[in-house]
């Protein structure tokens, strides 16, 4: 069955640390692939996507991110995480083959971050 | 300019009450989707509107829920009936033209809706 994964659920970081968020998916053919970012009572906000080319994305926020089509995973990354990156982080795919023009995204469960002084 | 905007951003309800839920995309932008985002989880897709048209409503769990977008712009979620399970927070997202060259949905701060 298609599927998003997100493994963790939550994760704690030292602020300053590095992080990585983990999002593997399982489809046919490699999906779109997205990144978003949901601060309490804030919208979902696009950190960074991927359709095709260079497998490391760069993305707003500091934020990067790296396809890898042998591991069927799009992992999220940053190098030194600031105390305002707490937030809820959601992989997100298009399959290829979506009608055109209907964008609609499927989510993985999400990844709770929580920084630490 | 506006973001989208969603109406309103709380609202509760008791079980077998009709509700509406509104979204006001960004100007300009054709289509229009509805996920649903339950408790822990990620947001779900609900429906989705090219110009005035449901283009595809196969998100929608059953027929208590419609919605609609007479002039190609704002939209209302209604659910009929509601029931417990309906909780949630809904969320609405535009994009430019839906077409994959942009792909870039912008999200509304949703309304949470509580059945009790």
């Known amino acids: 069955a298609q599927s998003v994964t997100q493994p963790d659920i939550h994760i704690t970081v030292s602020e300053g640390a590095s992080l990585e968020l983990r999002c593997n998916y399982s489809y046919g053919a490699t999906p779109y692939l997205f990144w978003y970012v949901q601060s309490p009572g804030q919208g979902l906000q696009l950190l960074l996507k991927y359709f095709s080319g260079d497998t490391l994305v760069q993305g707003i926020k500091g934020f990067e991110a790296e396809f890898k089509r042998s591991q069927s995973s799009f992992n999220l990354r940053k190098p030194s995480v600031h105390w305002s990156d707490a937030a809820e982080y959601f992989c997100a795919v298009v399959p290829l083959l979506s009608n055109f023009g209907n964008e609609k995204l499927t989510f993985g469960t999400g990844t709770r971050l929580t920084i630490i002084p | 300019g506006a973001g989208v905007s969603q109406t309103p951003s709380n609202k509760v309800t008791e079980k077998g009450k009709y509700v509406e839920l509104r979204c006001d995309p960004i100007s300009g932008h054709t289509a229009l989707y509805w996920y649903r985002q339950s408790l822990g989880q990620g947001p779900e897709f609900l429906i989705y509107?090219?110009?005035?048209?449901?283009?595809?409503d196969s998100g929608l769990p059953n027929d208590r829920f419609f919605a609609v977008r007479p002039e190609g712009s704002v939209s209302t979620l209604k659910i009929q009936r509601t029931e417990r399970g309906d909780s949630a927070v809904y969320l609405c997202?535009?994009?430019?033209?839906?077409?994959?060259?942009?792909?870039?949905?912008?999200f509304g701060p949703g309304t949470r809706l509580t059945v009790t």
């Open positions: 509107f090219q110009g005035t048209g449901a283009a595809d």
């Open positions: 997202a535009s994009s430019f033209d839906g077409q994959r060259s942009s792909y870039e949905q912008y």
